[in-house]
């Protein structure tokens, strides 16, 4: 079984030397918790595909302390006068940039990409850990494929308990992610430079700093396979409905002996044999609930999970409905 383990400095620097000795590790950053390996060794990179099923196109991101540390893993003169802003600005914080790679980099790193995602994470622990492991860390979040991220030392745990390849996973538990849900993936390769998934950083916040960029669009998944529809599914088949027809699913659901895990804005009448999760009506602190209140429900054994869908009326809320719809799709 996996084991978690406090991130303490000892086993902060336990968990650098198994990496360094090509292992994988699971620790925390401030978004959600990942299951990392060292950017220069492909085989341990290989290890993380294989424990979380991932898709061999699907490429990683790579964690480094600072500019200089991601300038290492990028193709020499691509780190330009706005690579410099947006760092200065968002990092460390939930900012990830795609730039072409460095020939140093492996293909294993970036799915055979000619381009490299990479972020400094503000987490100290994740932090600690870099600078500990002396190299950037190729991490995706630390869930079984296509899942729910997990927010929490325990939900690593639960995602890996019964993986017999992750028998001897340590998992640094630094407590519950502060934003809750994954980086704002930023694309710098193209002309506008494309927003390939919408998170805590919002796009007006990087149009203040760079001009003109373009919106992710929740169908365009070419750009950033991680970014297929369905994703950040619970089991229990989810719908996402608005505000107005909640009570009327909720009853039609009730009156053909449906049970609902209902995710809910406010105060909505409860019908007898569902249950309600109510969600705060902030857009950060609401990404900060999301995957705990999702997993909660899902434990439920609820026929179906019916998610209130939240206003589309700030960047950060609509990066939170881009998480709901991948929850909900493909789902009746
Ligand atoms: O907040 C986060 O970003 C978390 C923490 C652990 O840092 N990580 C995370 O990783 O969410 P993952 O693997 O679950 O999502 C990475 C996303 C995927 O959508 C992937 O397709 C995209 O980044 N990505 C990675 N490298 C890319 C590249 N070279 N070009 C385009 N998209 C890339
Ligand atoms: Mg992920």
């Not at 850990?129 to 869930?143: F, G, H, K, R, T």
């Not at 900060?288 to 209130?308: K, N, S």
């Amino acid at each position: 079984m996996p084991r978690i383990v406090p991130a303490n400095s000892q086993y902060i620097l336990e968990a650098a030397r198994m990496l360094q000795r090509g292992g994988v590790v699971a620790f925390p950053t401030e978004t959600v918790y990942g299951l990392g390996a060292l950017t220069f060794d492909g085989q341990a990179i290989e290890q993380v595909y294989e424990l979380k099923g991932r898709p061999a196109d699907n490429p990683l991101i790579a964690h480094v302390l600072d500019a200089r540390q991601a300038r290492e893993l990028i193709e020499p003169g691509a780190w330009d006068e706005r690579c410099d802003l947006l760092a200065s600005r968002f990092w460390p914080g939930p900012l990830t940039l795609v730039l072409a790679k460095s020939p140093r980099v492996g293909s294993r790193a970036t799915a055979g990409r000619s381009t490299i995602a990479v972020r400094a994470p503000r987490h100290p622990v994740a932090r600690a850990l870099i600078e500990a492991a002396q190299q950037p860390i190729s991490a995706p979040s630390a869930n079984r494929s296509g899942r729910i991220s997990p927010t929490s030392a325990q939900h690593v745990f639960d995602e890996f308990r019964d993986v017999e390849p992750a028998r001897d996973l340590m998992i640094l538990d630094g407590g519950p992610c502060e934003v809750g849900i994954e980086s704002t993936v930023l694309d710098l390769t193209t002309s506008p430079p494309r927003v390939l998934r919408p998170g805590s950083v919002t796009l007006e916040s990087l149009r203040e700093t760079l001009g003109d960029i373009e919106a992710a669009d929740i169908r365009s998944q070419a750009h950033s396979p991680g970014t297929r529809e369905s994703h950040y599914a619970p089991r229990t088949p989810t719908e996402l409905v608005s505000s107005e027809s909640l009570a009327n699913v909720l009853s039609a659901c009730a009156g053909r002996g449906i049970r609902c895990a209902a995710l809910v804005l406010g105060a909505t009448p409860v019908t007898a044999g569902q249950i309600r999760i109510v969600m705060p009506r902030e857009a950060d602190h609401y990404a900060h609930e999301l995957y705990r209140r999702l997993r909660e429900a899902d434990a439920l054994g609820a026929d179906r999970i019916i998610v209130e869908s939240p206003p589309a009326t700030s960047q950060v809320w609509r990066a939170v409905l881009d998480r709901l719809q991948r929850a909900a799709a493909g789902r009746e």
